[in-house]
Protein backbone atom coordinates (compact mmCIF):
# COMPACT_ATOMS: atom_id res chain seq x y z
CA UNK A 1 0.00 0.00 0.00
CA UNK A 2 1.33 3.11 -1.09
CA UNK A 3 2.14 5.84 1.50
CA UNK A 4 3.88 9.33 1.80
CA UNK A 5 5.08 11.31 4.74
CA UNK A 6 6.20 15.04 4.59
CA UNK A 7 9.20 16.32 6.80
CA UNK A 8 11.13 19.31 6.44
CA UNK A 9 8.16 22.07 8.16
CA UNK A 10 8.83 24.79 10.77
CA UNK A 11 8.96 28.18 11.75
CA UNK A 12 10.83 30.56 9.28
CA UNK A 13 11.21 34.22 9.13
CA UNK A 14 10.59 36.38 6.01
CA UNK A 15 12.68 35.71 2.73
CA UNK A 16 14.05 32.53 4.57
CA UNK A 17 14.29 29.44 3.22
CA UNK A 18 12.75 25.77 3.90
CA UNK A 19 13.13 22.04 2.05
CA UNK A 20 10.30 19.98 2.02
CA UNK A 21 10.67 16.23 1.22
CA UNK A 22 8.09 13.81 0.79
CA UNK A 23 9.14 10.06 1.08
CA UNK A 24 6.96 7.55 -0.42
CA UNK A 25 6.50 3.73 0.81
CA UNK A 26 4.88 0.44 -0.54
CA UNK A 27 5.81 1.07 -4.38
CA UNK A 28 8.05 0.95 -7.45
CA UNK A 29 9.72 4.14 -7.45
CA UNK A 30 9.12 6.41 -10.66
CA UNK A 31 5.75 5.33 -10.87
CA UNK A 32 3.43 8.17 -9.89
CA UNK A 33 3.35 11.95 -10.26
CA UNK A 34 3.63 13.74 -7.01
CA UNK A 35 1.56 17.07 -6.11
CA UNK A 36 2.37 19.51 -3.38
CA UNK A 37 -0.80 21.08 -1.94
CA UNK A 38 -1.29 23.53 0.70
CA UNK A 39 -4.13 24.87 2.92
CA UNK A 40 -3.74 27.68 4.87
CA UNK A 41 -6.31 28.74 7.97
CA UNK A 42 -10.05 29.43 6.41
CA UNK A 43 -8.99 29.01 2.89
CA UNK A 44 -9.27 26.17 0.47
CA UNK A 45 -6.25 23.93 -0.63
CA UNK A 46 -4.31 24.97 -3.34
CA UNK A 47 -1.66 23.51 -5.80
CA UNK A 48 1.51 24.17 -5.64
CA UNK A 49 4.00 22.30 -7.54
CA UNK A 50 3.49 18.98 -9.22
CA UNK A 51 6.24 16.70 -10.70
CA UNK A 52 5.82 13.99 -13.12
CA UNK A 53 6.58 10.20 -12.80
CA UNK A 54 9.91 10.76 -14.96
CA UNK A 55 10.97 14.12 -13.47
CA UNK A 56 8.84 16.33 -16.57
CA UNK A 57 7.20 17.84 -16.99
CA UNK A 58 6.62 20.14 -13.57
CA UNK A 59 4.30 22.81 -12.85
CA UNK A 60 3.45 25.19 -9.90
CA UNK A 61 1.25 28.04 -9.34
CA UNK A 62 1.75 31.63 -10.09
CA UNK A 63 2.02 32.59 -6.90
CA UNK A 64 5.35 30.50 -5.99
CA UNK A 65 7.24 30.05 -9.37
CA UNK A 66 10.58 31.57 -9.03
CA UNK A 67 10.95 30.87 -5.72
CA UNK A 68 9.88 27.38 -5.37
CA UNK A 69 11.83 24.29 -7.12
CA UNK A 70 10.65 20.52 -7.25
CA UNK A 71 12.85 17.87 -8.03
CA UNK A 72 12.72 13.96 -7.49
CA UNK A 73 14.84 11.44 -6.58
CA UNK A 74 13.10 7.99 -7.49
CA UNK A 75 15.62 5.66 -6.30
CA UNK A 76 15.22 7.43 -2.71
CA UNK A 77 11.30 7.58 -3.52
CA UNK A 78 11.96 11.13 -2.46
CA UNK A 79 10.22 14.20 -3.90
CA UNK A 80 12.01 17.85 -2.38
CA UNK A 81 10.31 20.71 -2.39
CA UNK A 82 12.96 23.41 -2.18
CA UNK A 83 10.96 26.93 -1.01
CA UNK A 84 13.02 30.28 -1.01
CA UNK A 85 12.01 33.67 -0.39
CA UNK A 86 9.32 33.06 1.62
CA UNK A 87 6.49 34.91 2.56
CA UNK A 88 3.98 35.52 5.42
CA UNK A 89 1.29 34.09 2.93
CA UNK A 90 3.31 31.18 2.24
CA UNK A 91 1.54 30.17 5.62
CA UNK A 92 0.00 26.44 5.42
CA UNK A 93 0.11 22.96 5.82
CA UNK A 94 2.19 21.24 3.09
CA UNK A 95 0.63 17.94 2.05
CA UNK A 96 2.51 16.04 -1.01
CA UNK A 97 -0.04 13.86 -3.08
CA UNK A 98 0.51 10.82 -5.56
CA UNK A 99 -1.40 10.05 -8.75
CA UNK A 100 -1.25 8.68 -11.95
CA UNK A 101 -0.97 9.45 -15.76
CA UNK A 102 -0.14 12.98 -17.01
CA UNK A 103 -1.73 15.13 -14.42
CA UNK A 104 1.63 17.05 -13.86
CA UNK A 105 0.89 19.40 -17.29
CA UNK A 106 0.01 22.89 -17.65
CA UNK A 107 -3.23 23.93 -16.25
CA UNK A 108 -4.95 23.97 -13.09
CA UNK A 109 -4.38 21.30 -10.50
CA UNK A 110 -7.02 19.17 -9.75
CA UNK A 111 -6.42 17.42 -6.61
CA UNK A 112 -9.19 14.52 -7.22
CA UNK A 113 -6.24 13.21 -9.41
CA UNK A 114 -3.92 12.15 -6.73
CA UNK A 115 -5.59 9.21 -4.98
CA UNK A 116 -2.86 9.22 -2.03
CA UNK A 117 -2.13 12.23 0.54
CA UNK A 118 0.30 12.36 3.56
CA UNK A 119 -0.72 13.80 6.46
CA UNK A 120 0.67 17.50 6.12
CA UNK A 121 3.48 19.39 7.25
CA UNK A 122 3.62 22.53 8.67
CA UNK A 123 4.94 25.81 7.54
CA UNK A 124 4.86 29.00 9.30
CA UNK A 125 6.36 32.58 7.60
CA UNK A 126 6.97 34.92 9.83
CA UNK A 127 6.82 38.65 9.26
Known amino acids: QLQLVESGGGLVQDGGSLRLSCTAS????????IGWFRQAPGKEREGVSCISSGGNPTKYADSVRGRFSISRDNAKNTVTLQMSSLKPEDTAVYFC????????????????????WGQGTQVTVSS
Open 26 to 33: GFTGGSYA
Open 97 to 116: AAGRGAICLPGPFVSSRFET
